[in-house]
């Protein structure tokens, strides 16, 4: 095991596209990082980068105390899981699991007993003899693991590992993952583009877009104090709600008001957020995450001091557990660059269909004891203590610490 | 291929045989078995004419002698395995069915490998698969060329010549002797040119003087040696065994002197066609120029001769052939999947271990379609071998389709051993043809 060090790490493609710009990222002994980011935004090619597959433009790259720059994949003595499995589809599950250590001329006793706990572990020992395209898509990511673990290397490298599963068997596959890197505690490093495994599984999560790092952190600290527009609007799902607005303080203390709403601000939220209190009297993006809504009926009580709006449902979406409510506010939508990016998860171009003209969608995540039905209308509740204000030139969350002095 | 004569009704759903009722349509889907004879037919009829029908006529045939009224019965088949001409036939066809089919698509597969990492790619594949635009006979034509014996024409041998010379030098007079009488102060011995008694110049003749135009005049013999010269003038003249001032000298031959008859002392001629001995002792001894001096340059190999033509003519086969491999082999090279080699790198895997424990077994389904179909195609090999052996090494190269039209056609006239030949040459391929429609069926199922 050991920890990963990329140093101001470039990647540019022949053509002078520059897929990683300047990554700097220190990957702890045993932790899992997960890599995260829009299709494009340079987290497979930065993995990729760190396995050997791909030459390092410029920077430099350390596992433990080597500097790989210039080490061949074979060297660099870490495993990797792809997204199609990239099984060998000539061999039988055992010797895809022994590949790896015949080439290194491991003695067979060894390897035998290697392969047999690994099949243990993952639950494959019934199918050992058979080839890969005998195996359903769920066995052949477990072996895809298997000879990952066998190998017993400093370091994990997954591409997407569970996005050629179904949804259930990649919920099932995720908290299988948890279990094994819980138990084997070895370094790993995970790109997804789908920021509910990022969530689920990193201990820290890296967010990537064009190339350039965003933000790491936990998963909670990034879902509670996204550093720009880009990663607010693309950690969390539903995505977090946006509107122009004006920061005011009058008799009643601060409050912030956007189409026709007015909510108050606490003031614990001036000295959680230095430098908010600037923005007084000026525009800003204002920012709440559908979670921090509940509809004010079923919230009855547990609500107190929190801020009421009046709102009619468009579309409601039944989740069982809960209910996602789409309406409408009267505010043209939010077109910053960086909101737009998060939206437009790679190459879909256009995601939510123009039927609201110039008002913006927004999304409420309410009890389902709620009962709401589209076309009616409804009190949501706000934590006010969780609203997020984003500078409306560069994007940047106001008081973020990352932030101060930028 | 199936899909011509549907099954009547048997592949129907059963919530879509209804709407086949009500829009009273026939029972069955596509045309009838009728209309479908209708458009077999004239390709059957073209297929029973010109296959089935020669087929089993040539089985006839082969039973008959030369006259097509004489029967024979099975001996034109005995005469195929007693008669020595057909004999080397067969064995010059297993040696083209060993090495040709392997070496194309050994080749096939290094060039298919190769030109995946190279720029420029497309028109280096396109460069070695041009000459299978080119006819075979056209082929055999530009190889006979190839073959040529004179370095000077044929490009095999140019090329061997000028890398034989690179590595042995072939500085020498070939055809320089002494002259033959008493009064000559050398002789030749075993090939080697020895002086006779004590005498230092060693006048040699046998060279036309116009090949020597640009070189030195011959020197006087310095006092611990002597000179080699060609003692001859141009438009005569001039004293035998004499340095005359017209004469040239013979540089850079090797010179020993002898002692007892072991070589105590080495030199060279130098420009003028002086040598010296500087370090020997006063005493007696004759002077050698040995017989590497006057070797005949290295001209080559006899492409077209009895031994090698076969070689030879496999050579141009690969050279027509190789490129087709490749372009197949690289189609399968497109469809293995990246993602294998890339963990095989990773797993710890050599380039060469890729190659050969990922790559080589994901594409052995190409490469033994490849094989095969080169198996079949080169026991059928004609023109190649009728074009490039010259007449007089035609019996050394000869194949069997060659020698079935030799027989039938080519001035045997015995069209029932042709025929035999024939039928022989069909069974040979049959085994093969099956592997491939089997494989090529299975593929597609």
């Known amino acids: 095991m050991a920890s990963i060090v990329l140093s101001n790490v470039d990647k540019v493609y022949a053509g002078g596209v520059k897929a990683v710009n300047g990554l700097n990222l220190e990957i702890k002994d045993g932790e899992f990082m997960v890599l995260v980011g829009p299709s494009g935004c340079g987290k497979s090619t930065a993995l990729r980068m760190i396995a050997g597959l791909e030459d390092i433009s410029g920077g430099e790259i350390s596992i433990g105390d080597r500097v790989v720059n210039h080490l061949p994949p074979k060297d660099r003595d870490i495993a990797m899981v792809f997204q199609n499995y990239a099984l060998y589809p000539h061999m ?127 998963p909670q600290n990034l879902f509670d104090r996204p550093v720009n527009l880009f990663v607010a609007g693309f950690m969390g799902s539903p995505a977090m709600n946006f509107a122009y607005a004006d920061l005011v303080r009058d008799g009643s203390g601060a409050a912030v008001s956007f189409a026709g709403f ?145 | 291929m199936s899909s011509t004569a549907p099954a009547p009704g048997g592949t129907i759903a059963a919530g879509s045989a209804d709407i086949v009722e009500t829009a009273k349509a026939p029972r069955q889907l596509g045309p009838s078995p009728k209309m479908a004879i209708g458009f077999l037919a004239p390709a059957l009829i073209l297929l029973v004419a010109w296959v089935i029908y020669p087929i089993v006529y040539s089985i006839w045939r082969s039973l008959f002698g030369s006259n097509d009224s004489d029967f024979v019965g099975l001996s034109n088949y005995g005469a195929i395995f007693t008669d020595s001409s057909t004999l080397t036939t067969i064995r010059n066809n297993i040696i083209w069915v060993v090495v040709a089919p392997l070496v194309v698509t050994t080749l096939g597969l290094i060039f298919a490998v190769m030109t995946e990492r190279i720029r420029w790619a497309t028109a280096f594949k396109l460069i070695l698969f041009m000459p299978m635009a080119v006819s075979l006979l056209a082929a055999g034509v530009v190889f006979r060329l190839v073959y040529e014996q004179d370095p000077d024409k044929g490009v095999a041998n140019a090329i061997i010549t000028t890398v034989h010379d690179a590595f042995a030098s072939s500085a020498g007079f070939p055809g320089a002797r002494p002259r033959e009488n008493d009064q000559a102060p050398a002789a030749l011995q075993g090939g080697a040119v020895v002086t006779k008694g004590a005498t230092t110049l060693v006048p040699l003749v046998g060279i036309n003087p116009q090949t020597l135009a640009s070189a030195a005049q011959a020197g006087q013999p310095p006092a611990d040696g002597g000179t080699v010269w060609l003692d001859v003038v141009r438009g005569g003249g001039g004293a035998v065994n004499q340095i005359d001032p017209q004469e040239k000298a013979l540089a850079g031959l090797t010179v020993e002197a002898l002692s007892g008859g072991k070589v105590v002392a080495t030199a060279t001629t130098a420009d003028d066609g002086t040598y010296h001995f500087p370090g020997l002792t006063k005493g007696s001894y004759s002077v050698r120029l040995p017989a590497d001096n006057f070797k005949a340059p290295f001209g080559g190999l006899t492409w077209l001769g009895p031994t090698l033509i076969t070689p030879a003519i496999i050579g141009a086969y690969i050279w027509v052939w190789a490129g087709f491999a490749m372009v197949l082999i690289s189609a399968g090279l497109a469809g293995i999947p990246r993602d294998a080699l890339e963990a095989a790198r990773i797993d710890g895997a050599t380039e060469w271990q890729v190659f050969r424990r990922i790559t080589v077994p994901l594409l052995s389904p190409v490469l033994l379609v490849v094989f095969v179909t080169m198996i079949i195609n080169v026991l059928k090999v004609f023109d190649l071998v009728f074009i490039i052996a010259p007449g007089s090494v035609q019996p050394q190269a000869n194949v069997i389709a060659l020698e079935m039209w030799r027989v039938s056609f080519g001035g045997g006239g015995n069209q029932g051993l042709g025929s035999a030949l024939a039928i022989f040459l069909l069974i040979l391929v049959l085994p093969f043809m099956f592997f491939n429609i089997r494989r090529f069926r299975r593929d597609e199922g």
């Open chain 1, 92 to 218: 039988t599950v055992e010797e895809n699991l022994a590949f790896g250590l015949k080439l290194r001329k491991m003695p067979k006793a060894e390897i035998q007993k290697r392969v047999n706990e690994a099949a243990k572990m993952l639950g494959l020992e019934q199918y050992l003899k058979r080839k890969p395209a005998a195996l359903s898509g769920g066995q052949r990511q477990r072996v895809a693991m298997g000879r990952a673990i066998v190998r017993e290397p400093q370091a994990f490298l997954m591409d997407e590992p569970l996005s050629n599963l179904d949804a259930k068997l990649r919920v099932s596959m995720r908290a299988s993952l948890n279990q094994l890197h819980e138990r084997l505690g070895v370094t790993t490093v995970y790109v997804t583009h789908d920021q509910v495994e990022a969530m689920t599984l990193g201990d820290r999560v890296c967010v990537l877009r064009d190339g350039f790092l965003q933000q790491v952190d936990t």
């Open chain 1, 262 to 406: 007015k909510l108050p601000v606490p003031d614990s939220t001036f000295t959680d957020k230095p430098g908010l209190d600037r923005y007084v009297g000026k525009r800003v993006i204002l920012g709440i995450r559908p979670s921090d809504f509940e509809d004010s009926v079923a919230a009855n009580g547990s609500s107190g001091g929190w801020a009421r709006i009046p709102v009619t449902a468009n579309v409601t979406e039944e989740l069982g557990s809960e209910i996602n409510v789409l309406f409408t506010i009267d505010a043209p939508p939010v077109e910053h660059k960086d909101t737009v990016a998060a939206a437009h998860d790679g190459d879909e171009e256009e995601v939510a269909l123009p039927l609201t003209g110039d008002k913006s969608l927004w999304t409420a995540r309410v009890n389902a004891r709620s009962h709401v039905r589209p076309g009616q209308s409804l009190e949501l509740v706000i934590d006010t203590h969780n609203l997020h204000f984003f500078d409306v030139e560069s994007g940047l969350a106001i008081g973020h610490e990352a932030n101060v002095g930028r």
